[in-house]
């Protein structure tokens, strides 16, 4: 079932592969409760179970901010059927690596879900990210189906590719 999964995803998403080969654990790499906002720290052994959408992002990318209507849709519509919207702040700019303001950002911009404040890029890094925002879609078995990078758009052609993948990794059977 998880490879026919896979294909599928991979044709829905039907856009440059970025980050990690598929199958890998995405362990979080930060565990002090500084480091994360709304939340204490998660790991994917405590999500088990639960779609995880993985937003990177920065607090001053046009294209993140841009994004936030889709992300906000997505939680809206599917966290009721076990869909987990993690944030990670990684920096791009200078001002990014102050935590104060990316606090800040995380308020101003009213995001409630966890965020992983990822200042010294060891998540980016780990997951082979290349663009802000990258979407990575991990399985309910906390592994790494797909990575797609770039702005979502409501209602844009790759955008509801990406959202089929979500909602197919929702009511595909457990295990």
């Not at 500084?34 to 990318?61: D, H, I, M, R, Y």
Request: charged share 25%.
């Amino acid at each position: 079932m998880r490879q026919a999964l896979l294909a599928a995803i991979a044709v829905l998403t039907a856009s440059s592969q970025a980050g990690s080969a598929p199958g890998r654990p995405a362990e979080f790499t930060h565990d002090r409760a500084s480091e994360w906002v709304n939340s204490a720290p998660l790991t994917l052994a405590q999500l088990k179970g639960k779609v995880v959408v993985v937003e990177f992002w920065a607090f001053e990318c046009d294209n993140c901010i841009k994004s936030r209507p889709w992300v906000e849709q997505l939680e809206q519509e599917e966290a009721g059927k076990g869909l987990v919207v993690i944030g990670v702040h990684t920096p791009e700019l200078r001002d990014e690596h102050d935590a104060v303001k990316v606090r800040a950002a995380i308020k101003t911009l009213g995001i409630h879900d966890p965020v992983m404040v990822d200042e010294d890029a060891s998540y980016w890094r780990a997951m082979k990210i290349q663009a802000w925002p990258t979407w990575c879609l991990i399985g309910r078995d906390g592994l790494l189906l797909s990575c797609v990078p770039g702005e979502m758009d409501l209602n844009d052609a790759r955008a509801t590719r990406v959202r089929a993948a979500i909602d197919m990794m929702l009511t595909a059977p457990a295990g």
